[in-house]
T-cell receptor, first 112, second 112 residues
Framework: NAGVTQTPKFQVLKTGQSMTLQCAQD?????MYWYRQDPGMGLRLIYY???????DKGEVPNGYNVSRLNKREFSLRLESAAPSQTSVYFC???????????FGEGSRLTVL | SQQGEEDPQALSIQEGENATMNCSYK?????LQWYRQNSGRGLVHLIL?????REKHSGRLRVTLDTSKKSSSLLITASRAADTASYFC????????????FGAGTTVTVRA
């Protein structure tokens, strides 16, 4: 059982480049999330999708876009990467609004 | 802004000792969760306590919740080297379902 799978695991970008982080879950969960983790900051919510067909902004959405492609997949796009977006990005899913989150292993992004 | 804040930021204990960490939050919650993160890995759910519960146990973990003080504590008894990790509390908000807010975490080091 794979759970939540994120790709790529590592990526280096130059300022201004674009890229998409992919996330897929095989647990038939309705809700999916994108967080970023920076040293000393904990995890901050970027965007979330409560169910297929809906997306909403989290705490730090600027500079990002998301697509809930279907129930399994939730992608995060950086249109024009900036050094401030250097971070570790985590995708998570949940079967209930107040339930536990299942996390992927993270995608480590460096923007030069 | 982050809802939860953990205290202390870091904790070093001897194997076999107990580890206690605290979490304070700001607004009314439906539930509070604790997660563990091993170095370089994703977060793993440990335990969820609902706002109408005061204490919960899971193996060597004991969680308390005091909604009047807006605080929670996580106790790990008889610690092992494998407990070395960062621990995060996460809270939702009664006004914002689906949005789980994480603190900056407590880094626990268990010395052999």
């Amino acid at each position: 059982n794979a759970g939540v799978t994120q790709t790529p695991k590592f990526q280096v970008l130059k300022t201004g480049q674009s890229m998409t982080l992919q996330c897929a879950q095989d647990m038939n969960h309705n809700s999916m999330y994108w967080y970023r983790q920076d040293p000393g900051m904990g995890l901050r919510l970027i965007y979330y999708s409560a169910s297929e067909g809906t997306t909403d902004k989290g705490e730090v959405p600027n500079g990002y876009n998301v697509s809930r492609l279907n129930k399994r997949e939730f992608s995060l796009r950086l249109e024009s990467a900036a050094p401030s977006q250097t971070s570790v990005y985590f995708c998570a899913s949940s079967g209930r609004a107040d339930g536990e989150l299942f996390f992927g292993e993270g995608s480590r992004l460096t923007v030069l | 802004s982050q809802q939860g804040e953990e205290d202390p930021q870091a904790l070093s204990i001897q194997e076999g000792e107990n580890a206690t960490m605290n979490c304070s939050y700001k607004t009314s919650i439906n539930n509070l969760q604790w997660y563990r993160q091993n170095s370089g890995r994703g977060l793993v759910h440990l335990i969820l306590i609902r706002s109408n519960e005061r204490e919960k146990h899971s193996g060597r973990l004991r969680v308390t919740l005091d909604t009047s003080k807006k605080s929670s504590s996580l106790l790990i008894t008889a610690s092992r080297a494998a407990d070395t990790a960062s621990y995060f509390c996460a809270t939702d908000s009664t006004r914002e379902d689906y949005k789980l807010s994480f603190g900056a975490g407590t880094t626990v080091t268990v010395r052999a």
